[in-house]
Each structure stands twice: as C-alpha cells, then as structure tokens.
C-alpha cells in the first residue's frame, strides 16, 4: 500500500534559526495535507496542497507540492517557541489519511 | 467555531475487556474517522465511515473493532476484548461538509491504557 516517509524525525533548533521539513511518497498523490500536532494535543490541519508545483505561504510558513506530486516540503523561517509540536504531512487516499512520521521541532529560546 | 468532541479523555481498561470510544462529529459533515497513535509514533488510520456503513477499513481494523453511528449525533469505537497492544491515542475526526472531503477536523482524543 501506500507509503508517506518524512524526515527529519527530529528537529532542535534556537530560536530566529529556519526549519524544514521533507515529505515522500511512494506513489502520485491527489493532494497533501499537512497538520500540526502541539505535545499532548491533537492533530490539526494546516493547509492542502492540490496542483503539481504549487507553492502556499502562511506567514513565516512555506509549503511546497513537488512537480511529480510524490513529495512535499515544509518550510518556517524564525522560528519562534510557539512552533514547537510534531509536524506531520499526510497523502490523501480517497479521503482516507495516510500520515508520515511526522517531524518534531523544538525551539530553544 | 464547530469542532469534534471525543468522550472520555482517558480510559483504563484491564485486558480482555470491552470499551467504547465515542465522537461526536461536527454536525454537517458527513464523513467519520478512526485513527490512532501510539506513543511517539505516527497516526494511523483505522477506518471510515459514510452513508451509515464503513467505507475503508485498514489491516488494524480486526475483528476486534467495530463502529458504529447509534443515532445522528454520536460515532463510536467498539474493541471487543481489549490488548495491551491496545494502549494508544484515539482520535476521531469528520469532514465533508455538503459532500466535499476537504481538511479532516480532528477531536481531543481518547488515552486508551490497557492493564
């Protein structure tokens, strides 16, 4: 079945430094989803990415769809201590979420 | 702003016994999910729900689960007779507002522990 593969598994980083964030997928997908999940919190939904190529930015935060629309990227520039949590992209497969591993940031101040 | 309930927040069960997980949807979606999350791990899908029947389910899912939506608020989580390898976070989450699957909303979670 399908397969979403995301590094790095964890990132430290000071506070004001960028961070990013790489996503894979095994086969095409329709869309990607990425979620923020805060320590003890609950997944929740950041942005969707449809068409090959595109590029989305809310705020500080970058997020790019690969041309073959298998991988995927997220990017915040200055980081600040209220982005730590686990970022997560997921595949959507007919509705149905495929997560990947998820990448947890931690900013130290 | 609407959002997905999920009741209790934590249960403790002993193995071999049977617990339900229940989720209250937000109202005028109408598609249902299960996923769960063990412990510093990744969140995964156990099954969907559309039209009162499951669409999806994944090799998770055993006989063991069931789902079901009893009334027109309420989705829950049946597991039969409960596995320490059970122990994880269940989130339910809903989306499709009027048909269209957009992003998924999700709940608070349950903290199953199983002993």
Redesign the interface.
């Known amino acids: 079945g399908q397969q979403v593969m995301q590094i790095p598994q964890y990132q430290h980083v000071q506070e004001g430094e960028d961070f990013t964030t790489y996503c894979n997928s095994s086969t095409t997908l329709s869309n990607i989803q990425w979620y923020k999940q805060r320590p003890g919190g609950h997944p929740v939904f950041l942005i969707q990415l449809v068409k090959s190529g595109e590029v989305k930015k809310q705020k500080r935060l970058t997020f790019q769809f690969g041309e073959a629309k298998k991988n995927s990227s997220l990017h915040i520039t200055a980081t600040q201590t209220t982005d730590v949590g686990t970022y997560f992209c997921a595949g959507d497969q007919g509705g149905k979420l495929i997560f990947g591993q998820g990448t947890e940031l931690s900013v130290k101040p | 702003e609407p959002e997905v309930t999920q009741t209790p927040s934590h249960q403790v069960t002993q193995m071999g016994q049977e617990v339900i997980l229940r989720c209250v949807p937000i109202s005028n979606h109408l598609?249902f999910?299960w996923?769960r999350q063990i412990l510093g791990?990744?969140?995964?899908?156990l099954v969907?729900f559309y039209n009162n029947e499951i669409?999806?389910k994944s090799e998770i899912f055993d006989d063991q689960f069931s789902v079901e939506r009893p009334d027109g608020s309420n989705f829950t989580l049946k597991i039969r007779s409960t596995k320490l390898e059970d122990s994880a976070m269940y989130?339910c989450a809903s989306?499709?507002p009027g048909g269209r699957?957009?992003?998924?909303?999700?709940?608070?979670?349950t903290r199953l522990t199983v002993v």
Do not use: P
């Open positions: 598609y999910y996923y791990q990744k969140v995964e899908f969907s669409s999806e989130f989306n499709g699957r957009t992003e998924a909303f999700f709940g608070q979670g």
